[in-house]
């Protein structure tokens, strides 16, 4: 019963560059929240998708930051032209299904260096 | 903007002690989690408690929802050193719109000294 897969683990990008953040959400699961986790603060929501869709999406950033979640395949979180202040622990969670957001079961995470 | 005060931010104790982590709000919230964190892993989920008043118990963890949803306490008893770690709670808002965002509170660092 795998859980939630976040890849890569690592991910090193210079100043102007794309990170592409890739999440599996755990078999079953239809809903994907993304969060980010900056060195020294908590975890702070940035957005919740469903298949093809985008729920909400108010603690992302106006630029630069996109999210999608397709029929088919992972849930991506995408950053152009990173700054150094874009350096953080990026969290996928997936929950089974409506009225149980509750239940969000989280990936080991991808840790976003911008240099 | 619905925030949750987790304290104490860090706690030192030794191994058979007892300790207890709060988590306050001046929001109501449906339901609290309480997870855990390893350093380099996301956080693992230890409980939910949705009902005001409710009471968990997970071993030696004692988690308590408060009457009015406004608050949550985890008391551990007899801490040992595998207890070490990141404690974090997290809130659905009862009042929002967006039923998936959970807002973390700042964390608790538990180190349990042998």
């Known amino acids: 019963n795998a859980g939630v897969m976040q890849n890569p683990r690592h991910l090193v990008r210079r100043r102007g560059q794309e990170a592409r953040l890739r999440c599996s959400p755990m078999?079953?699961?239809?809903?994907v929240y993304w969060y980010r986790q900056l060195p020294e603060e908590g975890l702070k929501f940035m957005v919740y998708?469903?298949?093809?869709?985008?729920?909400?999406e108010s603690g992302m950033p106006k630029e630069r930051f996109s999210a999608e979640f397709p029929k088919e395949g992972p849930s991506i979180l995408r950053i152009q032209q990173v700054v150094r202040g874009d350096s953080a622990a990026y969290f996928c969670?997936?929950?089974?299904?409506?009225?149980?957001?509750?239940?969000?079961?989280f990936g080991p995470g991808t840790r976003l260096t911008v240099t | 903007t619905q925030l949750l005060e987790q304290s104490p931010q860090f706690l030192s104790i030794q191994e058979g002690e007892n300790l207890t982590v709060y988590c306050n709000s001046s929001s109501v919230f449906s339901s609290l989690q309480w997870y855990r964190q390893e350093p380099g892993e996301g956080p693992v989920l230890l409980v939910t408690v949705v009902t005001g008043g409710e009471v968990k118990k997970l071993k030696r963890l004692t988690f308590q929802f408060g009457d009015a949803r406004k608050d949550s306490s985890l008391h551990i008893t007899a801490a040992q050193p595998g207890d070490t770690g990141l404690y974090l709670c997290a809130g659905l808002y009862a009042g929002g719109t967006s039923y998936g965002k959970l807002t973390f509170g700042q964390g608790t660092i538990l180190t349990v000294h042998p």
């Open positions: 998708l469903q298949k093809e869709n985008i729920i909400d």
């Open positions: 969670a997936s929950s089974p299904q409506a009225g149980r957001h509750h239940e969000q079961y």
């Open positions: 078999k079953g699961h239809s809903h």
